[in-house]
């Protein structure tokens, strides 16, 4: 079955630590995946995308994220949090085709203290 | 907004009716998507449609129905059928290049239930 977990519901963060989400996905073909990020009520926001190639990209904001196929991951990283990244992060993996949709992790809400 | 707007951003509706949310894209993109989203779930898919007159279901479609008459308009009818309609909806276009082809999202729809 095809699936993206997000084990982490909830996390904690003082401001100017690193971060580091994770995501696990299980999908039959070659997949393309995303990270979004969601401020209440707000839609998503793309933070960045991977489809091939260098397993380390690099988006929006200062976060970036790893592709490792042997662990079926796509952890979200970012080396110094601050308060304005408090929101919600969701995982995603697709086919990358018009007529395919996105499959959702159900997110991790991040919090920033001070 | 990702190059859709969405209105309402909030939309009440009494038991028994049905209500129309709004999506609209500018950038002539041929597939756009309608999601819903519950709090500490992910997104599911309601419907999506490639091309003008065609659309396909979802994982969710029962209680919606959707239209897609012109290009640029894609709007969901929650239908009293729905049997808990309350929640978030947001749309999405789907945009090719930049080596992976990416869902875009507009800034969302609350839909509550009196």
């Known amino acids: 079955a095809q699936s993206v977990t997000q084990p982490d519901i909830h996390i904690t963060v003082s401001e100017g630590a690193s971060l580091e989400l994770r995501c696990n996905y299980s999908?039959?073909?070659?997949?393309?995946l995303f990270w979004y990020v969601q401020s209440p009520g707000q839609g998503l926001q793309l933070l960045l995308k991977y489809f091939s190639g260098d397993t380390l990209v690099q988006g929006i904001k200062g976060f970036e994220a790893e592709f490792k196929r042997s662990q079926s991951s796509f952890n979200l990283r970012k080396p110094s949090v601050h308060w304005s990244d408090a929101a919600e992060y969701f995982c995603?993996?697709?086919?990358?085709?018009?007529?395919?949709?996105?499959?959702f992790g159900k997110g991790t809400t991040l919090s920033v203290s001070s | 907004d990702g190059g859709i707007t969405q209105s309402p951003k909030y939309l009440f509706r009494k038991e028994g009716q049905n209500v129309t949310l709004s999506c609209e894209q500018n950038l002539n993109h041929d597939a756009m998507y309608w999601y819903r989203q519950d709090p500490g779930q992910g997104l599911r898919l309601i419907y999506y449609?490639?091309?003008?007159?065609?659309?396909q279901k979802g994982d969710i479609a029962e209680g919606y129905s959707v239209s897609r008459e012109k290009k640029e308009s894609f709007p969901l009818t929650v239908t009293s059928a729905q049997k808990n309609p309350t929640a978030f909806y947001l749309c999405a276009r789907f945009s090719r290049g930049g080596g992976a082809d990416t869902q875009y999202f507009g800034p969302g729809t609350r839909l509550t239930v009196l």
């Open positions: 999908y039959g073909a070659t997949p393309y």
């Open positions: 995603a993996v697709g086919a990358g085709q018009a007529g395919t949709a996105l499959i």
């Open positions: 449609s490639q091309i003008v007159n065609d659309f």
